[in-house]
Structures are given as C-alpha cells and as structure tokens.
C-alpha cells in the first residue's frame, strides 16, 4: 500500500494539476498538521481516497469544530457540525483509531506547550492522551495482534529530528509509547527540513520514525 504523508507545507509537486497522475497509485493520505483544510479538501477530491489527519500548532481556526467545543451560532446543532466535518472529505483523528484495511492508525496532534497557545501540551498531558488511548491498544492487541501499526503525530519524539528551541522539542511521551506498543511507523511533522541531506528517516526501538514535512510517500506492506 502506498500512503501520502504532508504536513506543513503546501507542497507544489502536491498542490498541482499533475496530483492525480503523480500520485495515481496512493490508497491512503495522512496529514500531520500545520495544513490548511481547504489542501486536505483539495487532495481528497482529487485523489479521491481517504484522508486521515492530526492538528499542528498552528492553523488552528476550525479545530474547535472537530472538536466539538464551538459555540457559533453558524453551527445550531449536532447535524451542523457533523455536514461542516465532512465538507472537508477528511477524517479527524485526535485521540483517535482508524483501520483502514488491515493497516491500524491513530493520532495525537499538537505541539510542545512553549507560549501558552492553543494545542500546545505539557509532557504530563500528552502522557494523560496516550493514557486514553490504552484500552483501544489492548483490544487491537488482542483481536489483531498487534497495538497499533502507525502512530500519527504533529511533534516528533524527543531526541529524535526535533530541535533545540522549546517550540520544537518533541515528547519524551512518545518515546514512551514507542516502547510500550511498537508501532512499525510514528509520522511526524512540525520539523522543517530545507536541505535534501537532512535526517527524515531514524529507528528507535521497532518503530520507524518518519518525518513528511512538505511530503513522502511511505509503502507499507498490508498484509
């Protein structure tokens, strides 16, 4: 199976009239935030596949619906919210499973809290996420094997592509959660990288950690 994984940066090999030619044979797309809806829309519509995705730290004006905290008066009720969430053709997965085929995903977007922003977490309370996460973990353990097969996340782990200044530290949460369920992937984005000979792929314990700042196309074996 190939997967398109974007995140923070509207890519023009992406953004493009050639995306259907160019990514004919992708099956699923991931976003791991930092993106405008209207771009997942975009990618949906012409891809015509599903389109999984977790928030960032910034692009954050409709987060609220999806999560459903607004109180604006353009969303009376529940039928509101749900025709606005699926406007987009993507599928939010904050704290949340996916099973697409046999492949298992789930999410947990935002950044390191550094200013007080939305979205922005301290180590405990993404700790307190992967803590919700648990039961839905075992049950996958126990009905297909295996915990989970891709973790999607804004922020990377720490120590591991993420960089000095608070703002882009990664979790030291995640490492956790890489030793506990092995995942085969954690897909991150949050760290931009501008030079072809930086780090965007690494290994910790039997999880792959996988960068997509702008895109990548991951091939994972569905089997």
């Not at 904050?94 to 492949?103: N, V």
Request: hydrophobic share 40%; with cysteine; proline share 3%.
């Amino acid at each position: 199976m190939k997967i398109l994984c974007v995140a923070d940066h509207i890519d023009p090999l992406v953004y493009s009239t050639q995306v259907k030619h160019r990514f004919r044979d992708v099956e699923l797309v991931l976003g791991a935030g930092d993106l405008p809806l209207e771009y997942y829309s975009f990618i949906v519509s012409s891809l015509n596949v599903p389109l999984l995705f977790v928030y960032g730290n910034h692009n954050l004006s409709q987060l609220d619906y999806y999560q459903g905290k607004s109180t604006s008066s353009e969303f009376r009720n529940i039928d509101d919210h749900m025709k606005f969430k699926n406007s987009v053709g993507a599928t939010f997965l904050e704290d949340r499973h996916h099973k697409h085929g046999r492949l298992l995903v789930a999410g947990l977007g935002g950044s390191m809290r550094y200013n007080g922003g939305d979205h922005q977490f301290t180590e405990f309370q993404m700790l307190m996420r992967i803590f919700g996460m648990v039961p839905r973990l075992w049950w996958n353990k126990v009905v297909h094997g295996r915990y989970l097969d891709i973790l999607l996340t804004h922020a990377p782990p720490r120590g591991i592509h993420d960089r000095e200044d608070k703002c882009h530290w990664g979790f030291k949460a995640f490492l956790k959660f890489m030793k506990w369920f092995e995942p085969r992937y954690l897909i991150h984005g949050h760290i931009h990288l501008y030079e072809l000979n930086e780090v965007r792929r690494s290994v910790y314990q039997k999880t792959e950690v996988i960068n997509c700042y702008d895109h990548l196309i991951l091939e994972v074996e569905d089997d």
